[in-house]
Every structure is written in C-alpha cells, then in structure tokens.
C-alpha cells in the first residue's frame, strides 16, 4: 500500500521537499545577510580608527619626504603617548 503510494506520487514528493529545502536555505541566507551586516556595522569605527592611525603614521615624522622615526615612535607618537 505505501510503496503504491509512494510510485504514484513519487514526483510530488519529491517537489514538495525540493521546496521545503529551498524555503529553508533562503531563511537561512537572509538570517546570515543581516547578521554579517550587524557585523559590518559593529566593526566601522574600528576601521575609521584604523584609517587615521595609518595616516598619522605615515605623515608623523616626516621631513622632506624622509623618515625620521622608527615604526615603534611613530606608532607610540599617534596613540597618544608623549607630549
């Protein structure tokens, strides 16, 4: 009797779980979406940080387009340490 049922119904079977399984993956895109774009979120005032810390590197200590400082007092100079 199942193994009927299942013959004369076979395609509609499969069909049926072919969409469940695509109803799944997309909630579950959507749900990964928002959390990488919370994410994201959470992470740009580091990177604005970030960005002005490489720039201040690169222009502290610059005489003539030469380095005058090593890396160490560079980075020690735009984190806030000496005067």
Same mark, same amino acid.
């Given at each position: @009797?199942?193994?009927?049922?299942?013959?004369?119904? !076979?395609?509609?079977?499969?069909?049926?779980?072919? *969409?469940?399984?695509?109803?799944? %993956?997309?909630?579950?895109?959507?749900?990964?979406?928002?959390?990488?774009?919370?994410?994201?979120?959470?992470?740009?005032?580091?990177? %604005? &940080?970030?960005?002005?810390?490489?720039?201040?590197? *690169? !222009?502290?200590?610059?005489?003539?387009? !030469?380095? *005058?400082?090593? @890396?160490?007092?560079?980075? &020690?100079?735009?984190?806030?340490?000496?005067?």
């Amino acid at each position: @009797m199942q193994k009927e049922f299942f013959d004369n119904n !076979k395609y509609l079977i499969c069909a049926g779980l072919s *969409t469940l399984s695509l109803v799944f %993956t997309s909630i579950s895109i959507i749900s990964v979406s928002k959390s990488v774009k919370e994410i994201s979120a959470d992470l740009e005032p580091i990177s %604005t &940080w970030a960005d002005s810390q490489n720039e201040c590197i *690169t !222009k502290t200590f610059r005489i003539d387009g !030469k380095n *005058t400082q090593g @890396m160490p007092s560079k980075v &020690w100079s735009c984190n806030g340490g000496g005067q």
